[in-house]
C-alpha cells in the first residue's frame, strides 16, 4: 500500500489522496503522509526508506549527517513511546546500529506489528515544531487543531487523555462515579502548587512547582470537560458546551483584571497564594458535592453502559420480576 500511496512524483494530489483513502480507514505512515503534502507543495525535510541496514547508511550518507531515523509501520503510531526514534546519526556506522535499534524495540514494543522499514530523515536546526491536525466531528463539525509540537503535544495527550480511567478505576474495584475524585484533586494540586510557588526562591523549585500547577489545571479543565460531554444528551451536547466554554472563557479575563488589582494594592505573591487557598477551599466544596452529584450520574452511566455490570444486573432483576407467560 505504500507503494500505491507514494507513487512517483508525478502522481497528483488528489490520485494520492484517493489512493489512501481507498486503503480504508487507517493512518498513514510518515512516508506516505509526506508524499501527499509534497504534492499539494508543503516543504518537508528530504528522507528515505531504508528496509535493510545498508540502505538506512547509504541513505544517511546521501542526505548528509547528522540525520535522524524513526520506525515505519502501520501498527505503530507513537514512535517515541516504542524506542523507535533515533535523533543526532553522525555516520553510516551509527546509522546500521541506529536501523538494528529500531527494529529490535519495534518488535518487543509491538509483536506481529507490520514493519515496513525505517524512515531516514534530513535533521534540521532551529525554528518551532508545531502540530497541525483536523478532524470532522459529528457534533461540532470541522475543527483544526495547531499548537507546539514534538514532545510537548505529546505531553499535552497525557494531560488531557487522563480522564479516560474508567477501566482502571474499575479494574482496582472501584465505581466509575469515583471519578469526580480527579476534579477534586486535580483542583487540589492546581491551588496548592500556585500557593507553594508564591514562597519559593528558587527557579529550579518554582518550575518544578508550575509543573503540577499547570497539570492540575489542564487535567481539572478535561475532566470536567468529559464529565459534561458524557451525561449531556446528544442533541443537547453542543448548547451545553457553548454555555460551558462561554462562561469558562468569560470568567478568566474577569478573574485576571482581578488578580491584577489585587496584585497592585497587596502584592503580587500574596495575591497568588489566596488564589492558590481559594483553589483548595473550592476543591473541598467540591469534595462536599460528591454523594450529591454521583446520586445524579449514575443512572446516566448505567444507561450508557459505562456501568455494564450493574446495568446487566438491574436487566436480570426486571426478568426476575415479570412472571412466566403460561
Known amino acids: 500500500m505504500t507503494v500505491a500511496v507514494c507513487a512517483g512524483a508525478g502522481t497528483t494530489a488528489s490520485a494520492r489522496v484517493t489512493a489512501a483513502r481507498a486503503a480504508g480507514p487507517r493512518a498513514l505512515t510518515a512516508p506516505e503522509a509526506e508524499k501527499i503534502m509534497d504534492a499539494y507543495g508543503i516543504p ?10 545498508d ?3 547509504k541513505i544517511a550518507g546521501r ?3 547528522p540525520v535522524v531515523m524513526k520506525i515505519v509501520s502501520d501498527d505503530i503510531l507513537h514512535k517515541t513511546e516504542a524506542g523507535g526514534v533515533v535523533v543526532g546519526v553522525a555516520s553510516g556506522a551509527e546509522a546500521k546500529r541506529a536501523f538494528s535499534t529500531i527494529v529490535k524495540n519495534a518488535k518487543a514494543y509491538k509483536k506481529g506489528a507490520n514493519i515496513i522499514g525505517v524512515q531516514v530523515q534530513q535533521m534540521l536546526g532551529g525554528g518551532q515544531e508545531v502540530i497541525v491536525g483536523a478532524i470532522t466531528d459529528p457534533s461540532f463539525g470541522k475543527l483544526v487543531a495547531f499548537g507546539l509540537g514534538g514532545v510537548l503535544d505529546s505531553l499535552a495527550m497525557i494531560l488531557l487523555t487522563i480522564p479516560i480511567v474508567f477501566p482502571v478505576i474499575k479494574a482496582l474495584g472501584y465505581d466509575p462515579v469515583w471519578f ?8 487540589a494540586m492546581f491551588g496548592a502548587a500556585l500557593a507553594a510557588f508564591t514562597f519559593s526562591h528558587w527557579v529550579a523549585l518554582s518550575m518544578f ?6 497539570f492540575g489545571m489542564m487535567q481539572q479543565m478535561a475532566s470536567s470537560n468529559t464529565i459534561l460531554q458524557t451525561v449531556v444528551e446528544e442533541d443537547k451536547r453542543g448548547r451545553v458546551m457553548s454555555f460551558y466554554a462561554m462562561a469558562f472563557m ?3 479575563p474577569v478573574g485576571s483584571l482581578v488578580a491584577g488589582l489585587a496584585a497592585k494594592y497587596f502584592g503580587a505573591p500574596l495575591t497568588l497564594a489566596v488564589g492558590g487557598a481559594m483553589c ?8 462536599s458535592r460528591l454523594p450529591t452529584i454521583r446520586v445524579l450520574v449514575r443512572p446516566i452511566y448505567i444507561r450508557l453502559g459505562i456501568l455494564p455490570e450493574v446495568a446487566s444486573g438491574l436487566q436480570a432483576a426486571t426478568a426476575l420480576q415479570i412472571p412466566p407467560e403460561e
Request: net charge positive; charged share 10%; hydrophobic share 65%.
Open 44 to 53: 518537508t525535510p528530504k528522507e528515505g526508506l531504508a528496509r535493510t541496514a
Open 55 to 57: 540502505e538506512a547508511a
Open 63 to 65: 542526505l548528509k549527517f
Open 180 to 187: 469526580g475524585v480527579v476534579i477534586v484533586m486535580a483542583a
Open 209 to 214: 512547582l508550575l509543573l503540577f500547577a499547570g
Open 250 to 252: 468569560g470568567a478568566a
Open 280 to 287: 483548595l477551599a473550592g476543591s473541598v466544596w467540591f469534595a
